[in-house]
């Protein structure tokens, strides 16, 4: 193995080649990093590399090699961490200047299961201001670029990790779902992106966005990379009380191939006015594929799918507001150095630190949670949030997953939707009545668009049935070979 190239594979390939002694950790992550310094001019996925450490890990792992006969599948492989995911002694700026200067003092649960693993970290990847964002342009540190076409936004939050995986800058990368950001990129940058069911993977060390909602999860090559990475970051975690108390299965098992019999959900109202004819082909074509391999496609409704937009974003930024108001200037983050009294203190910090979509959801959770107006926006938000999660609950009576696009369109061009919030926010339609409900779904490449954009399929399963979903996509992928294409940089 030409080891110019390892870059390219994913992480079973490597890790096969480690056992067999084909090549090393150390010549792994010198093929990333050297394919890193190549493009990353181009994509800005990342916002910090760790060129000495990474290496340094390698060679750790390559000891382990030596001594031990069965090391974690994950040893020696290079992930990237989203810049929101707490990695200790890394900078943690989760893409905002009132953290431009923060070091993690600790590592969140999900890189501490990674690095028992012997997983070697390659950097943090770039991503919306506090998570806050459909296309990553909401970075103080500038937008992610898509692979793809670099005229054209990677999608968020989670971004700089879904234009890490697509441009083979690292083998697989982990990022966070409020309501779409690990899907959504994923879609706009060809990989498999797979958020969890709540309560799946720890939440300790990430830095909170929207509690209720937030979730890790990975973002990787194919399907069965992500179900590798999500068997070493799931269960239980005495640090965060949501995390569930469910024991996880292997993830890796479910990867059969066969889903004869399985019952297979169509929400009409996904697949309404707005869709692009391309995308709605595309994945009519996966679900066609499927039925070919032995399931049953059905229509199901989702009534309440037209309220999930504003019940979304009514009560994540009441969560918003409440989780970033202990950014203040006085604990931790970036402090305005105009000393005229608290209040001005933290009047002129929060104004120079915070971003304008930041600062626009804070505005609008206060707003809400205000007296006055708590009981007539955040409290029937979350009646109506109740009725969104028995629509899933009522469909999942007649199948066992349901697909739909992940995004209603591929990649838009960079600052097309900028002056135009609610254009942005409506990228979400599909992906955020997956978090208000709490369940699991993925993103697995179905396409590419006449522009050469790819597309993404989405399956969303029942609560902590992520195995369902993984064997319906691994199915799909084994017929296709879109995840296998890479774009030209």
Known sequence: MAHLNLHQLTIHQLAGLLRSGECTSTQIVESVLQRIEAVEGKTNSYLSVFHDEALRQAEAADQVFKREKNPHILAGIPIAIKDLISLKGEKNTCASNI??????????????????????????????????GSSNENSCFGPAKNPWDLGRVTGGSSG?????????????????????????????????????????????????????????????????????????????DPMDSTSADVQAPDFTKSLAGDVRGLRIGAPIEYFAEG???????????????????????????????????????????????????RYDGVKYGYRSGEEEGLRKMYERTRKEGFGPEVKRRIMLGTYVLSSGYYDAYYIKAQKVRTLIRGDFDDAFKKCDVIISPVVPAPAFKLGEK???????????????????????ALSVPCGFNSSGLPMGMQLIGRRFDE???????????????????????
């Open 467 to 489: 195995e369902t979903i993984l064997r319906a996509a691994y199915a799909f992928e084994t017929t296709t070979d879109f995840h296998k294409k890479k774009p030209l940089l």
């Open 418 to 440: 900028m002056e135009d919030p609610l254009t942005m926010y409506l990228s979400d339609i599909y992906t955020m009545p997956v978090n208000l409900a709490g369940l699991p």
């Open 99 to 132: 953290l431009r200067n923060y070091i993690s003092p600790f590592d969140s649960t999900a890189v501490r299961r990674l690095r028992e693993a012997g997983t070697v970290f390659i950097g943090k990847t770039n991503l919306d201001e506090f998570a806050m």
């Open 160 to 236: 700089g990790s879904a234009a890490a995986v697509a441009a083979d800058e690292c083998i697989g990368s982990l990022g966070t779902d409020t309501g779409g950001s690990i899907r959504q990129p994923a879609s706009f940058c060809g990989v498999v992106g797979l958020k969890p069911t709540y309560g799946r993977v720890s939440r300790f060390g990430l830095v909170a966005f929207a509690s209720s909602l937030d979730q890790i999860g990975p973002m990787a090559k194919d399907v069965k990379d992500a179900a590798i990475m999500l068997n070493c970051i799931s269960g239980k």
């Open 275 to 325: 869709l692009d004819p391309e995308v709605e082909k595309a994945v009519k074509d996966g679900m066609e594929r499927l039925k070919a391999l032995g399931a049953e496609i059905t229509d199901i409704s989702l009534p309440h799918t037209s309220y999930a937009l504003p019940v979304y974003y009514i009560l994540s930024s009441a969560e918003a507001s409440s989780n970033l108001a």
